[in-house]
Each structure stands twice: as C-alpha cells, then as structure tokens.
C-alpha cells in the first residue's frame, strides 16, 4: 500500500512514512511527510520560526509547539499557519455564536451528506475506511484501465451482482463495461480475441 507525501507529492509505501499512532478503527495513523521529507520541513521550520521547535502565534502572541498550529501548503511546500488551533476555535465559535441559524443550516447538510455516504459503502458491504485503503492501494486509479477517473468524478464500487461481494474500484466506463458483458469471462476472452484478430488501438 502507498501513500502521498504532501510535501514532494510523490506516493510511496507506508513504511516510509512514520508512525503517528492509531486511529478508533485500530490502525495505524502515518505523517502526512514521508521520512526522507520531514528532516526538509524541519529544516525550513527552524529556519523560518526557530531552532526551539517553537512559533509565535500572530493572535494570542505566545510561542506554542509546531503540533499547536494547523499546516498550509504554499507553492508545493508545508508551513505553518500563522495563528494557532486554540485561537482559530475561539474565532469558529465566536462565527458559530453570530451565525447560528446558517451554521445549522450547513451542519445539518453535511450531516445528511455523511450518512448518505456511509449508507452507499454500506451497501457495498465496506466501510468508508476500507475504502480509502483501496483508493490507496489502486493509487487513485481504475483498476482495469489504470487511468484516473473523470474530472468531479469518484471510481465506482465494483461488485459481484450474484454474492454483492466488493471487487475493487472502477472508473464509470470500465464499471459499465463489464456490466455490459454481464461479468462473462468467456465473452470477454472472445472480445480480446476478436480485437487480437481484427485490429485494436488500444
């Protein structure tokens, strides 16, 4: 399994990135930073706030520890918010207070867009988690055509229409395909002959 590194963008095995802990679900959480990135980070950190692991908060004006403030990327590189968390949740609940009936508003569509996205993985017989595993896994690609999927698009979950066991993950065109061919193997094997036989471009 791989996983991108938010500082070089590259995907890499997990193994290179280090071990943050677990989640409620029991695995292991990893840094957003692959192992061979965090030492650059850190560097540019020390650099830009200081060699003491420490920066300033622009709001409250007290030194806190990096883990204190949320991280931006900013021209393909991590820093470090200029304010920190417990600042930014006293300017969110300061908002929330002024702004009550549209944050309920909000809350109560994100809400109804969460169970709406559970349900559909349930329907599956797979978690929203297993499914990022996956993702991972296949790199964000089909895994028929190896391509990612359309613009605004997700891969669709595959499943076997007799047992509704999950398959894997597949763009919207390779999905329907197989649909099309009814899950044959033997029609499949005669299309691959036939395009063997009669010319393909693929």
């Known amino acids: 399994m791989q996983k991108l590194c938010r500082e070089c963008g590259t995907r890499k095995p997990h193994e290179n990135f280090g071990n943050k802990g677990y989640n409620s679900a029991g695995n292991i959480k990893r840094d957003s930073v692959c192992k061979d990135c965090r030492s ?112 605004g698009q997700s891969l669709a979950m595959d499943h076997n229409h007799q047992t509704n066991e999950f398959r894997g993950l597949l763009c919207k065109e390779c999905n329907r395909a197989l649909g099309l061919f009814g899950d044959n193997i033997n029609v499949l094997t005669n299309a691959v002959t036939y395009l063997k036989e009669r010319g393909s471009y693929g």
Request: proline share 2%.
């Open 40 to 151: 650059l980070v850190n560097r540019r950190f020390r650099l830009l706030y200081g060699a003491d692991g420490q920066k300033q908060c622009s709001k409250c004006a007290h030194y806190l520890n990096w883990d204190c403030f949320r991280r931006k990327k900013q021209d393909g590189k991590l820093y470090l918010h200029s304010s920190c968390n417990a600042c930014n949740k006293i300017g969110w609940d300061k908002w929330v207070a002024n702004n009550k009936e549209h944050y309920k508003k909000v809350k109560k569509q994100g809400q109804d867009l969460l169970h709406s996205q559970h349900k559909k993985y349930e329907r599956r017989g797979i978690t929203k988690e297993q499914y990022d595993i996956v993702l991972e896994s296949q790199e964000g690609l089909c895994a028929i055509c190896q391509e990612p999927p359309n613009d």
